[in-house]
Antibody, heavy 118, light 105 residues
């Protein structure tokens, strides 16, 4: 069974940093592109970033480019999202997901809540 | 930038009725479109990929159609668990539509 478990969310002040982790199991992690998606309270889904299986190809949405960094450790079956210079509008549930077919997200974690507030 | 516009924003129907949800792309995207279902407090679930292929375990009452710029998700006969929010997503920049809320009438 595929499992994706996010961790690392919490309350952080504006301008602060946070690192999210996603532990993957039930599939060969090193083969798949992985992604981060977020959802602000009461809002829709916003795709943030993807990283290919080797970590060679990385892409970011404009809203987080230059502030967030995606990375992965295939030896530890883990995906990460380093978030710097956090803003109030970054408050959201953050999901990691396994990408298939070069765009669609077949499996999702349960999400971790990030709250940016003073 | 490709924008996905979903309509209607809210759809009110009764169990057993047929639901038709629309997703329109601002530019041609071929068949690179996926649909997701999200229930309150839960992660999204993949329903349809490549416009018309049902994901593993998705009931046959869900079907997708369309290509180019106009896409449709159809639920042939609504079950109580189908009342949720539905999102479409396209390949270029992976953007999502704003969602359609399917509510019980």
């Amino acid at each position: 069974e595929v499992q994706l478990v996010e961790s690392g969310g919490g309350l952080v002040q504006p301008g602060g940093s946070l690192r999210l982790s996603c532990a993957a199991s039930g599939f060969t992690f090193s083969v798949y592109t992985m992604a981060w998606v977020r959802q602000a309270p009461g809002k829709g889904l916003e795709w943030l970033s993807y990283i290919d299986n080797s970590g060679t190809n990385i892409y970011y949405a404009d809203s987080v480019k230059g502030r967030f960094t995606i990375s992965r450790d295939n030896a530890k079956n883990s995906l990460f999202l380093q978030m710097n210079s956090l803003r109030d509008e970054d408050t959201a549930v953050y999901y990691c997901a396994r990408e298939r077919g070069h765009y669609y997200l077949q499996d999702w974690g349960q999400g971790t809540l990030v709250t940016v507030s003073s | 930038e490709i924008v996905l516009t979903q309509s209607p924003a809210t759809l009110s129907l009764s169990p057993g009725e047929r639901a038709t949800l629309s997703c329109r792309a601002s530019h041609f995207i071929g068949s690179d479109l996926a649909w997701y279902q999200q229930n309150p407090g839960q992660a999204p679930r993949l329903l349809i990929y490549d416009a018309s292929n049902r994901a593993t375990g998705i009931p046959a009452r869900f079907s997708g159609s369309g290509s180019g710029t106009d896409f449709t998700l159809t639920i042939s006969s609504l079950e109580p668990e189908d009342f949720a929010i539905y999102y479409c997503q396209q390949r270029t920049l992976r953007t999502f539509g704003q969602g359609t809320k399917l509510e019980i009438k």
